[in-house]
């Protein structure tokens, strides 16, 4: 298929057009009901993630399925992975959320974490998750960092070594450069510093419990009030980065946008707040297997509408559809019940 950088159709509710209010709403809304088992899977290296399944499950052995990644400091309880894991199901999809590491209900085993280029363990779940669903179509979805990540992945990896039918980027941050400059600049900060408290609190537990290769004290941790300060002392020297300027560069997938092999959406809203307006602009032209949408509204991983004096989120229905294009016609017939 052709590439295409089009609009997106979501119109947000009335009154609601502001980014932060988009970013936020969803925090405000009726959290899903959405019953997971929780699975343990040891990686190659010693360490473990933890993927949460969302029940109850179709019977079917050929079920399609649907992968979620999270972003930054994100899990089973974000609003949004809630939203699609609920309307994977209720399609009739196996839908499973992989946690990056120490994300999950439990610290994962190593010094080092997470970050938004790190593909080798999301590679080995795919792989898992081919061996054991054999029959079934995969499609993987990534929001935010786990979006980055995805779309490196998928453009690393080619058309041929990864067992997707298609992949869904949900406000990649695809410039992690620039992105780290919209947060550290204005309203981006609010932002910056909610996110930063999260892994600083994670990273003083561990930084008292277990012996980690970094040269920061908890005072100097607390002193990092930028990602790219928090990037420099610690994803970098975790990671095996010189510093976070190296990190961003070999990290940010938006320099392989032409490179995808596989069916890929991309879902963007230009007035995102952790990212530059102009962020296509940067990047070079996706491939023809690509698809970018493009709202004018949305924040970050917002996406609210109203539909008949509610509010819904758009970014689902659009998942919805997706999912439904990609998969087989008659797969409302597998949909188990769902509250």
């Known amino acids: 298929m052709a590439s295409m950088i089009v609009s997106a159709d979501f119109r947000a509710a009335p009154g609601l057009r502001n980014c932060h209010v988009q970013t936020l709403l969803p925090r405000l809304l009726p959290l899903r009901q959405v019953v997971r088992d929780t699975e343990i899977i040891n990686l190659p290296d010693g360490d473990f993630v933890e993927l949460a399944w969302a029940r109850p499950a179709p019977r079917q052995a050929n079920a399609p399925i649907f992968l979620l990644f999270h972003g930054l400091e994100g899990s089973f309880d974000s609003p949004y992975a809630r939203e699609l894991l609920y309307v994977a199901s209720r399609l009739g999809w196996r839908a499973v959320l992989m946690h990056f590491r120490g994300c999950g209900q439990a610290p994962n085993r190593l010094p080092r974490a997470y970050h938004s280029?790190?593909?080798?363990?999301?590679?080995?779940?795919?792989?898992?998750?081919?061996?054991?669903?054999?029959?079934?179509?995969?499609?993987?979805?990534?929001?935010?960092?786990?979006?980055?990540?995805?779309?490196?992945?998928?453009?690393?990896?080619?058309?041929?070594?990864?067992?997707?039918?298609?992949?869904?980027?949900?406000?990649?941050?695809?410039?992690?450069?620039?992105?780290?400059?919209?947060?550290?600049?204005?309203?981006?900060?609010?932002?910056?510093?909610?996110?930063?408290?999260?892994?600083?609190?994670?990273?003083?537990?561990?930084?008292?419990?277990?012996?980690?290769?970094?040269?920061?004290?908890?005072?100097?941790?607390?002193?990092?009030?930028?990602?790219?300060?928090?990037?420099?002392?610690?994803?970098?020297?975790?990671?095996?980065?010189?510093?976070?300027?190296?990190?961003?560069?070999?990290?940010?997938?938006?320099?392989?946008?032409?490179?995808?092999?596989?069916?890929?959406?991309?879902?963007?809203?230009?007035?995102?707040?952790?990212?530059?307006?102009?962020?296509?602009?940067?990047?070079?032209?996706?491939?023809?297997?690509?698809?970018?949408?493009?709202?004018?509204?949305?924040?970050?991983?917002?996406?609210?509408?109203?539909?008949?004096?509610?509010l819904r989120s758009w970014l689902a229905r659009r998942i919805e559809a997706q999912l439904m294009q990609w998969a087989p016609q008659n797969l409302r017939q597998l949909a188990p019940t769902l509250p």
Request: charged share 20%.
């Open 117 to 310: 280029g790190d593909t080798a363990d999301a590679y080995w779940i795919v792989g898992q998750v081919a061996q054991r669903f054999p029959q079934s179509l995969i499609v993987a979805a990534g929001v935010s960092l786990g979006a980055n990540m995805l779309v490196k992945l998928v453009a690393e990896q080619g058309g041929d070594g990864l067992p997707l039918a298609g992949a869904i980027a949900i406000n990649a941050p695809l410039d992690l450069a620039a992105s780290a400059d919209a947060l550290n600049r204005g309203r981006g900060r609010f932002y910056q510093r909610y996110l930063l408290a999260q892994l600083k609190r994670k990273l003083a537990e561990r930084l008292t419990t277990s012996s980690l290769p970094l040269r920061l004290t908890p005072l100097q941790l607390q002193k990092l009030d930028s990602f790219w300060a928090y990037d420099n002392e610690v994803t970098a020297p975790l990671h095996g980065f010189h510093s976070a300027s190296d990190y961003y560069q070999r990290a940010s997938a938006g320099p392989l946008l032409g490179e995808i092999e596989i069916p890929m959406l991309i879902l963007h809203a230009n007035d995102d707040p952790f990212m530059p307006g102009d962020l296509f602009t940067r990047l070079p032209a996706p491939s023809p297997s690509v698809r970018v949408e493009v709202a004018a509204n949305g924040g970050h991983v917002g996406y609210i509408e109203a539909c008949r004096g509610r």
